[in-house]
Structure formats: structure tokens, C-alpha cells
Nanobody, 117 residues
Framework: QLQASGGGLVQPGGSLRLSCVAS????????IGWFRQAPGKEREFVAH????????LYGDPAAGRFSISRNKAQNTMYLQMNNLKLEDSAVYYC????????????WGQGTQVTVSS
């Protein structure tokens, strides 16, 4: 089970840090990551991090502005988002997968990020 939080309203150029707390069989996770979906748009991959080794992988939306990290002891993953843009507004979901080539099978409920002046 995954629980995302940390969304909110921020002005362009601002920052937010999203958190995702995992419970259950986290030792089975291969990677845990973030996706986002804006109204009328397809869901898109933002970033993920391997649960064991902590290796990050970033999607196009991250573009050097976002940083993903995780704290295994606290079963928590973070997404630090800096220099936010209007187009970053979306519902952000955390998700986990059990194998490198596998599908993301565990999804959190999402947290709303709104970038607006």
C-alpha cells in the first residue's frame, strides 16, 4: 500500500516536496516511482528509484528540476520539485513494481499539485 502526500498550490518557480509512504512487502519492491496525470492528458512517467540500490531514473518532465530519493528505514520515497512550471500541475501518483521490466502494480491515491500565479 502506498500513501502519497505533499501536494498543494505553489507559484511558478516555487518548490514542493512530495512524499510516498509504503507499507507491506516493501522488501519485494524493485523500484518505486512517480507518475502524473493532468486533466485530459495521458499519465506520464516522472521518475523512479530502485528500492535496494537507490538508482534514479528520470522522465522528461523531471528535466533537471526534480530529484527523487528514498529512505528505506522509513519506507518513504520523496520527490523534490524545484522551479515548478504551470505545466507541472497534475495529480501525482506514486507506484511500485516488483521487477525491472515489470509493470507498476501498486498505486497510491495521488496528491494534487497546482502551479498557478
Amino acid at each position: 500500500q502506498l500513501q502519497a502526500s505533499g501536494g498543494g498550490l505553489v507559484q511558478p518557480g516555487g518548490s514542493l516536496r512530495l512524499s510516498c509512504v509504503a507499507s507491506g512487502f516493501t522488501k519485494d519492491y524493485n523500484a518505486i516511482g512517480w507518475f502524473r496525470q493532468a486533466p485530459g492528458k495521458e499519465r506520464e512517467f516522472v521518475a523512479h528509484i530502485t528500492w535496494s540500490g537507490g538508482s534514479p531514473l528520470y522522465g522528461d518532465p523531471a528535466a533537471g528540476r526534480f530529484s527523487i530519493s528514498r529512505n528505506k528505514a522509513q519506507n518513504t520515497m520523496y520527490l523534490q520539485m524545484n522551479n515548478l512550471k504551470l505545466e507541472d500541475s497534475a495529480v501525482y501518483y506514486c507506484a511500485a513494481k516488483l521487477s525491472p521490466g515489470g509493470e507498476y502494480i501498486a498505486w497510491g491515491q495521488g496528491t494534487q499539485v497546482t502551479v498557478s500565479s
